[in-house]
C-alpha cells in the first residue's frame, strides 16, 4: 500500500508543479488529491486520511496552521510539509511546535521537495515497521558508516585526540570507508548566530537545512566529503581537486544564500561560512581548522551573512599591552572600591582600545571579552567579596559569547552579566557588613537592663570594640551608647503607658541604678519627666 498524500494551495499553479516535480513512484507515494482551500483541505483528510500534506501556511477558510491543528486532532501520525512565498516568522515557528517535519519556500525545488518526501517516507516506513529486511540491514550499515566516518573527524578535530602518523590517506580509506585522494584538503566551519541556543526544534530544522545543502550542492565537486554538526556550527572536510578551488567557493557562497532564505522562518538568522586554509597534505587538516575557526570569528568585525577566507597574521599581544593592564587596574579599582560605574567604565574603555586597534581580530576580541570576566572573579576573590555563581558560570558566559555576532554586542552582554553579579555582590556584601550589626542590635534589645557595656557587645559579635564603635556609628548613624540609650528610654516609655509600675521599678528595669540620674536623662529625652509622660499617654 503507498503512503498517500495530498496537496493544499489556494494557486493552481502552484499545486500542478508540486504534482509534477515529486517522483511519486520511486518514492512509493500515492498523490491522492489537492485543494485550494483550507476548508476543503479538511474534508479531504478526512475522507482520505492521507499520511503525508504539503501545505501552504495561508489560505482561505483555515490557515496552514489551523489546519494542521484540526487534522493532528483526527488523525495524530499525520505529517505535514509547509510551503510559504512570505515571511511568516511567527506562523513558521508555531508550525515547527506542532511538530511539521520540514518547511519549503517558494519556488519549490525539485530536490528539496523530493528531498523532504524522502524523508518523510523513512521515518514513515521505520515507524509503520514497513522496511524489509534488506532495507533495514541497509539502513543500519548506513547509519554505522556515518557514524564511524563521522566520528574519526570528531575525535581528530574537536576532541583534539593525539593523530600523530595515523591520517595516511590510504588507511583512512580503508579503515573509515572514505575516497580521499591527493588534492586539497580544507575544513569550512559554518557558523549559525541569532537563533535561541536553548531550541531544540530550531536547531534540529536547520540542522536538516544545512546537511541537506552540503550533500545536494557541494559533494559532487569533491573527491569526498564530511559534515560534523555540533548545535548551531557545522565543520565540513572538503577533499577536492586543485582545478576545482574556484568552483568550491562559489558553491559555498550558494550555500549561504541558501540558508538565509530560512530568515523567512528564523527573523534574526545569520549566517557566517570560514573557510579554512587549503593544505595539500592531510596530517595538516588541524591547521585547516584553526584558520576556519579564525575566519568565522571575524564576523563579529567584518559582518555576517559572509564567506569569510582565512587571512594570515601575527598574533595579538593585547594581553600584553599598556591597555590591557591598564584595564586590569581600573577594573581591580572599581572592584575593591565596591564602584559599579567604575567597573562599567574600565569595560567600555576595554572594547574602544581593543576596537581602535586595526592589528586586533575578531578571535582577539572575544578572547578579550572571556579575560573581563576572569580579570571581574580574580579582584572579587582577592578582596575576599562574598560572590555567589550558578554552577557553570563561566562555561554558560563563555558558550554565549562565543556564538554572538558582533562587537557591540558582545559588550553589552558582558556588562549585563558582570554588573548584574557585581550588584549581587554589593548586596551580599552589605549584608555582611551589617550583620555584626543587626546581632548587636538584637543583643542590646534583650539586654539592655543589664549593665551592658561597648566591650560586652563587641566581644559578643567577635570584633575589637574600636572596629565594632566606627561599624556601628557607620551603619546606624549613632554610636553605641546613643543607641542603647534609645532603646532604654524607648522601653520606659512603654512601660510607663502600659504598666503600673513605679518610676523607681522601671529605672531598674532599663538598666538605670540612680533614680534621679534615670529621671534627668527622660527629661532630656522626651521634654517631659517620668510621672509627666505617664500622665500624658497612659
Known sequence: MSIRVMIADDEEKVCQLIAHLADWKSLDMELVEIAHSGIEAMEV???????????????????????????????????????????????????????????????????ELNAALNRMRGAYMERNKRLSQEEMFRITLQNNLDRLRTGLFLDILLRRRSVRNLLDIERINRQYHYQFRPGCFQIVMLKIDGVSPKSVVSQEFLQKKVLAAFNSRIREYCFDSEICLEGYTCYAVLNYSEKNYKTVRRVLKQILDYLLIQNDIFERLQVTVGCGSVERDINRIRESLRAAALAAEERILKGTNRVLEYEKGGESSFAESSAFFEFNQQMKNAVENLDEQGVLASIDGLREKMTADAGNRGHDILQMAKEVLNVYLFASKENKYPLRMEENFFEDYAFAIDNMSSVSEIFAYVKQVIGGSFRELIRA??????????????????????????????????????????????????????????????????????????????????????????????????????????????
Open 429 to 538: 556584601k552589605l549584608l555582611e557588613d551589617n550583620r555584626p550589626v543587626r546581632m548587636a542590635k538584637q543583643f542590646i534589645k534583650e539586654k539592655y537592663g543589664s549593665p551592658i557595656t561597648l566591650e560586652t557587645v563587641s566581644d559578643q559579635v567577635g570584633l575589637n570594640a574600636a572596629y565594632f564603635s566606627t561599624l556601628f556609628k557607620k551603619e546606624t548613624g549613632l554610636t553605641f551608647t546613643e543607641h542603647l540609650l534609645r532603646t532604654r528610654i524607648e522601653a520606659a516609655k512603654d512601660m510607663l503607658k502600659d504598666t503600673n509600675l513605679s518610676v523607681a521599678a522601671i529605672c531598674e528595669k532599663v538598666g538605670y541604678s540612680d533614680n534621679k540620674h534615670f529621671s534627668k536623662t527622660f527629661m532630656r529625652e522626651t521634654g517631659l519627666r517620668p510621672n509627666q509622660y505617664r500622665k500624658l499617654y497612659s
Open 45 to 111: 483528510i478526512r475522507k482520505w486520511r492521507p499520511d503525508i500534506v504539503i501545505t501552504d501556511i495561508r489560505m482561505p477558510g483555515y490557515s496552514g496552521l489551523d489546519l494542521i491543528r484540526e487534522a493532528k486532532e483526527l488523525l495524530p501520525q499525520i505529517e505535514f510539509i509547509i510551503i510559504s512565498g512570505y515571511r511568516h516568522f511567527e506562523y513558521a515557528q508555531t508550525a515547527l511546535r506542532f511538530g511539521v517535519k520540514d518547511y519549503l519556500l517558494k519556488p519549490i525545488r525539485k530536490d
